[in-house]
């Protein structure tokens, strides 16, 4: 086992210990922070977790060059030691259920209960999707009742349900719209992309083909409609706006853009994801959108990042409704909602443009997004909206005296608030604010994104914080950023208080090391 490194960790406050002297233990672990190495370290060749009988299976002629020359190298543990190993590390998580997440854009919510406990009911956690669909009809008509409630809320004509995530939204927007154009011969190449953007956006258009060309942001952090309206012309094929942008603020010429691209012959993407700030207050269809994607995971409360699954349907306007992909749900003359696939298109959907995943979606994201959805209510909703915005903007006015907030005089943010880091002391930048937050036990918020803004720092509360969690996190901000201000070198090599300290994030991103070597 490795001995941990710790060097430079003091006792917090209030600890044993004498002023200023590190423990250092036999162990290695620190009292219940539990110091654990890979499980390749811990395990010992030759244990295994259950007792296997000598097989005496004769082998078959032919398939003796399968045999293993050599044992698996797996790791060799008992299974009380695989279960702590793995308790271990999952209690160096940090998780939405032990604190805030303020990661701005990622809308890290609390996930109710009552959505777990739908999702799990047999009915729909025990069928497969190849049942024939008689026998799952209950499965079949939630895939219909939230995408009502999708069409209902946001405005729009149609909509895809099967996109896996917000990303895969995104392509199959732009697969209808190329579909679309070309179904009238227009073969345009360009897509235009603010440069705020999240980085899906130009990655998509790029992955369908598209060459992407930036618009600039006025001074205070909207897209320019003069710039955006000297660009349009013949070979603009769309358009992608992020409404509310990531900058947090809302886009108020989007009925204005939209207009325009559409008078220019193009049509109009918004990325959704930030559609928690405005559900129930806004319909993009009524603000001339063509398709936009809804992260089901961040407006409707589905668990997600670090391996939950996602969900991105696309809602779609009446230009775009007939391209869209297989399958969907439709009531037949008889009352029955079946599920419309290749071998029914011709007759029901002769111009969609193929499909976007082997089955239906996410069936355990619709689940729970439609028990999420059902129990606000469209009262409730709107109150999301309402809350998820006064939230951030909360934190916006509690710290834009000690963090430099560059977008907040020109009035009330949406649901994030940005803050550069002008203002920190010479050398100090955002990743050590963001690294002090640790050992105040949160989460970072999203660092250097939006890229418009210096050192940016964008945090989204959501409206599932209460007012008290607020004021602990903002003690804990106001702390820091006087910190950052003042130069403090211990903020510098912060975190302190964890059991690994700065990791070369590049390195780990740019060179993973993903096999044990002794494999
Ligand atoms: C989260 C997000 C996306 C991408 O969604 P995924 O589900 O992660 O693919 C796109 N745009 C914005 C603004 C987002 O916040």
């Known amino acids: 086992m490795n001995a941990p490194n710790v060097s430079g960790w003091r006792p917090a406050m209030g600890e044993g210990g004498g002023e200023g002297a590190p423990i250092v233990t036999t162990s290695g672990d620190r009292g219940l922070s539990l110091e654990e190495p890979l499980i390749f370290e811990l395990g010992r060749a030759g244990t295994c977790g259950v007792d296997l009988d000598e097989v005496d299976t004769p082998v078959v002629p032919g398939l003796a060059r399968f045999l293993r020359a050599a044992p698996p190298a797996l790791p060799g543990l008992t299974e009380p030691e695989t279960v702590r190993h793995y308790t271990r590390l999952s209690r160096q998580n940090y998780a939405i259920d032990l604190g805030p997440f303020p990661l701005g854009s990622c809308t890290m919510k609390h996930n109710p209960r009552l959505n777990e406990k739908v999702a799990r009911l047999p009915g729909f956690a025990d069928i497969h999707p190849l049942q024939p669909q008689h026998t799952v009809r209950g499965a079949i008509g939630v895939i219909a009742e939230l995408a009502h409630w999708l069409v209902t809320l946001t405005g729009m004509s149609a909509v895809a349900m099967t996109p896996k995530a917000g990303a895969h939204g995104e392509l199959c927007g732009l697969l209808c719209i190329r579909a679309a154009l070309e179904a009238r011969g227009d073969a345009r190449q360009v897509v235009l992309v603010p440069e705020s953007a999240h980085g899906t956006n130009p990655a998509t258009a790029a992955f369908a083909g598209y060459r992407v060309e930036n618009i600039p942001a006025t001074a205070e952090g909207r897209v320019d409609l003069a710039a955006l309206t000297a660009r349009l012309g013949p070979d603009v094929a769309a358009v992608m706006i992020t409404n509310p942008n990531t ?21 109009v993407y918004c990325d959704g994801a930030n559609f928690n700030a405005i559900v129930g207050k806004v319909r993009p269809g009524d603000l001339g959108i063509d398709a936009m994607h809804i992260n089901l995971h961040k407006t409707f409360s589905t668990p997600h ?79 999301v909206a309402e809350d998820a915005v006064l939230n951030a ?38 990743l050590d604010l963001a690294k002090g937050l640790i050992d105040e036990g949160f989460h970072p918020m999203t660092v250097y994104f939006p890229l418009v803004v210096h050192g940016a720092m964008l ?22 950023a006087e910190r950052a201000r003042a130069g403090d070198p211990g903020l510098k090599s912060a975190p302190h208080l964890v059991p690994r300290r700065r990791l070369d994030e590049t390195q780990a991103a740019r060179k993973p090391v993903l096999v044990w070597p002794e494999a």
């Open 393 to 430: 903007n909360y934190v916006l006015r509690s710290l834009e005296d000690l963090l430099d907030a560059p977008f907040a005089g020109a009035g009330p943010c949406m649901h994030e608030a940005l803050f550069s880091d002008s203002g920190f002391a010479e050398g100090f930048s955002t």
């Open 247 to 267: 900058c947090g603020l809302f886009e108020r010429d989007m009925k204005a853009i939209s207009d325009a691209v559409h008078s220019a012959g193009g049509l």
């Open 459 to 480: 945090i989204e509360p959501t409206e599932t914080e209460s007012k008290a969690g607020l004021d602990r996190f903002i003690g804990s901000m106001r702390s820091l």
């Open 305 to 383: 990042g670090g391996g939950g699954p996602g969900s991105g349907p696309v809602v779609l306007s009446a230009a775009l409704a007939p391209f869209a992909p297989l399958p969907f749900a439709l009531r037949g003359p008889d009352g029955i909602i079946r599920l419309v696939e290749e071998e029914d298109a011709p007759v029901h959907h002769p111009q969609s443009f193929g499909r976007m995943a082997a089955f239906h979606g996410q069936m355990g994201m619709f689940t729970r997004a439609l028990a999420y959805i059902l129990s606000h209510g469209a009262d409730g909703l709107r109150q």
